[in-house]
C-alpha cells in the first residue's frame, strides 16, 4: 500500500522558518511530479509548490515566490519544503502529494493521486 507521510509542521513566530519531510513507502519520488499543497481555515486546498520528476527546476504559488524552496533526496525518497519568512497567512493544513505524471502542468488537485495525512503550519503574529 502506497504511503505518504509529511512531518515538520509546528507553531512558528512570523519571520520564522520550518522545514517540512514528506517520505514515501511503495512509491519513487524519482518518478513521478511531487507537490506541496496547503488549506487554511475556510479555504480550499490550494498548491504551494510542485518539482517535475527531473527537477530542480519547480513551480511555485506568487504567494510563496521567494521564501519557499522545494527539494527532494531521491536516495531518501523524501521531499522537503524549506519556508522561510513566514507569514500568519501561511498558516493552514500542508499536504504532501503524488502526482499521476511525471510533469506537473497546470499543478491541479486532480492530477495528484496519493495525498499524505498533512502538517499543520501556525505562524503567530
Known amino acids: 500500500q502506497v504511503q505518504v507521510v509529511e512531518s515538520g509542521g509546528g507553531l512558528v513566530q512570523a519571520g520564522g522558518s520550518l522545514r517540512l519531510s514528506c517520505t514515501a513507502s511503495?512509491?519513487?519520488?524519482?518518478?513521478?511530479?511531487m507537490a506541496w499543497f496547503r488549506q487554511g481555515p475556510g479555504k480550499e486546498r490550494e498548491g504551494v509548490s510542485c518539482?517535475?520528476?527531473?527537477?530542480?527546476?519547480?513551480n511555485y504559488a506568487d504567494s510563496v515566490k521567494g521564501r519557499f524552496t522545494i527539494s527532494k533526496d531521491n536516495a531518501k525518497n523524501t521531499l522537503y519544503l524549506q519556508m522561510n519568512g513566514l507569514k500568519p497567512e501561511d498558516t493552514a493544513m500542508y499536504y504532501c502529494a503524488a502526482s499521476r505524471w511525471q510533469m506537473c502542468g497546470q499543478f491541479r488537485v486532480s492530477d495528484f493521486e496519493y495525498w499524505g495525512q498533512g502538517t499543520q503550519v501556525t505562524v503567530s503574529s
Open positions: 518539482l517535475n520528476y527531473i527537477g530542480p527546476a519547480a
Open positions: 511503495r512509491l519513487n519520488v524519482a518518478d513521478r511530479a
